[in-house]
């Protein structure tokens, strides 16, 4: 392996651009503000709750969080989501997911206005990516992946790309939003035959792993030369934090010239910055 793609570099020139954008705003008398609602104690939102809370401080961003039970009625949370929607000084909602499953998913995450989603997450955010209308936001982990690929000098234009994973969260909106790169995309998913998957996965010139499935696509998968974005978090064999790809033995295989994105401090880093981008956007087009 050659090279490995650091979130951090990538997360500080983001906050450089977002601080300039900052104070332009405060000048104007705007504070931008993100409303975080969450309903349950799930440790994975409030990690991700807790980063995005760290990352609006650093950037003197002003934040709310609002928690709920997680037995609380469909009808309450929609109700405060509506009054987030009407607080003029609330400029984005992170609405985390996944809802207990006594709700409707889809009629919860469409009560945030486009104007405010800010973590990409309406019909009319995705819809947005496919028409070019823009009406939402991109959804943040995908915006990362781009962001990484942008930064270290990773064209996607005319390039074969492969994302193994299709959820709404990063598989789908990736895959539009590096068409309208002009990329090559195929995407790979569960029911994809493995014969298959290591072909499309080891014929691209740039690979995202977004399945979840902790350190299961070893080198058989790769080829030579390859981009690699591993958007994968979970516990690798040795109790640490691991991404989709193995990445042991993938250093033991003998490949050569890979580019990487590392698990931890890789993609998941540069999220939270994409997300407070997105603030500072919707902040930008609705001051007040």
Partial sequence: MDKILYGKDVNESIENELNDKIK????????????????????????????????????????????????IAQEELIETIKE???????????????????????????????????????????????TGEHKGFS??????????????????????VTIVGRSLVVGKPLSLLMTNENANVTVCHSKTKKEDMIKHCSFADI????????ESF????????????????????DGKMAGDLDINEVKESGLRRLSLTPVPKGVGSVTTAMLMSNLIEAAEKNPD
């Fill in 207 to 214: 690979l995202v792993l977004a399945t979840g499935k902790t």
């Fill in 218 to 237: 070893t080198h058989e998968y790769l080829s030579d030369g390859q981009v690699i974005i591993d958007v994968g978090t979970g516990v690798g064999k």
């Fill in 24 to 71: 332009l705003l405060n000048a104007k008398g705007v504070k931008p503000k993100i409303a975080i609602v969450r309903v349950g104690e799930n440790p994975g939102d409030i990690f991700y709750e807790k980063a995005a809370c760290k990352k609006a401080d650093k950037l003197s961003v002003e934040h709310n969080s609002i928690a709920f039970d997680r037995n």
């Fill in 139 to 160: 959804p943040c982990t995908p915006k990362a992946c781009i962001e990484i690929l942008k930064y270290y000098g990773k064209p996607l234009e005319g390039k074969n």
């Fill in 84 to 130: 987030l929607n009407d607080d003029r000084d609330i400029h984005g909602i992170l609405l985390l997911r996944p809802f207990p499953k006594h709700m409707d998913d889809d009629k919860v995450r469409n009560s945030v206005i486009p104007e405010k989603d800010i973590d990409g997450i309406t019909d009319a955010s995705l819809i947005g990516i496919v």
